[in-house]
């Protein structure tokens, strides 16, 4: 199968002077499960940043699905990935879990039909957030917030996820739903690459565990 990530003698520096990266050759299948492992500061943020192009500027080729990324509109990109980000904040839309995932279903426009009030309650339920579904996200815990950004995948099977730390603040239950949904997602085959500190925590699903260390990468596993 043709990568949907290609990267080429890739480098990125932040100040021009250190490289995170140095010179990585890596290629991501649409398929496929990725662990993204390393140390406190070693990249692994900066790399989905790149991938979901948060950052610009780096040196070398990088593709998606064979194209020059740097062409690759914003809204084209999103329509084949979803990418949760390190700080729980950032994923947030709404003020309520119940909130946030209408909005992921219908994105502003409201639409009150059945079918999307049962997906609503089925998403939630699936998450355990269904008895604080109206509670407000700013009075809801750390974990509680995770598991509502973290739902929001169920809105979005279609894509390849790139997901940071999903397990940041994440209880041994909520770890089991993203197990299973992770599951469900590489039987439907489809992929994502997962930057974590913990990567034994995805074992039974990974593919392959890549460390980035002193800038460059190496295959673990797979
Ligand atoms: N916006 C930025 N400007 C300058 N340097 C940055 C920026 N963001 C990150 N860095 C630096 O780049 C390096 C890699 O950071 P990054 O956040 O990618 O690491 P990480 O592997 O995700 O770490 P963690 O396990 O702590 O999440 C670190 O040395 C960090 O200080
Ligand atoms: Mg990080």
Redesign the pocket.
């Known amino acids: 199968m043709k990568p949907l990530f290609s990267l080429n003698n890739f480098s990125f520096s932040?100040?021009g002077k250190?490289s995170?990266l140095d010179h990585i050759d890596l290629d991501l299948r649409r398929d496929e499960v990725v662990i993204l492992t390393?140390?406190?500061?070693?990249?692994?943020?900066?790399?989905?940043?790149i991938l979901s192009k948060n950052?610009t500027g780096f040196r070398g080729n990088v593709f998606f699905e064979e194209k020059d990324f740097s062409r690759i509109a914003p809204s084209y990109l999103f329509s084949k990935i979803v990418y949760i980000k390190?700080q729980t904040q950032q994923n947030l839309l709404g003020a309520t879990p119940y909130e946030d995932i209408a909005i992921w279903q219908h994105r502003f426009i409201h639409k009150y039909t059945k079918h999307l009030k049962e997906e609503r309650a089925f998403i939630l339920k699936k998450f355990e957030l269904d008895t604080i579904a109206d509670k407000p996200l700013w009075e809801c815990s750390a974990g509680q917030q995770k598991r509502t950004v973290l739902a929001s995948l169920l809105l979005q099977s279609h894509k390849f996820w790139i997901l940071?730390?999903p397990l940041y603040s994440i209880d041994e239950d909520g770890r089991k739903i993203l197990l299973s949904l992770l599951v469900q997602h590489k039987t439907h085959g489809k992929g994502a690459v997962i930057?974590t500190?913990n990567p034994n925590a995805f074992s039974i699903i990974a593919d392959r565990i890549i460390e980035?260390s002193k800038s460059k990468i190496t295959i673990l596993f797979g």
């Open positions: 932040y100040d250190a995170i390393g140390e406190n500061g070693s990249g692994k943020s900066t790399l989905c940043n950052i390190e940071d730390e930057a500190n980035i």
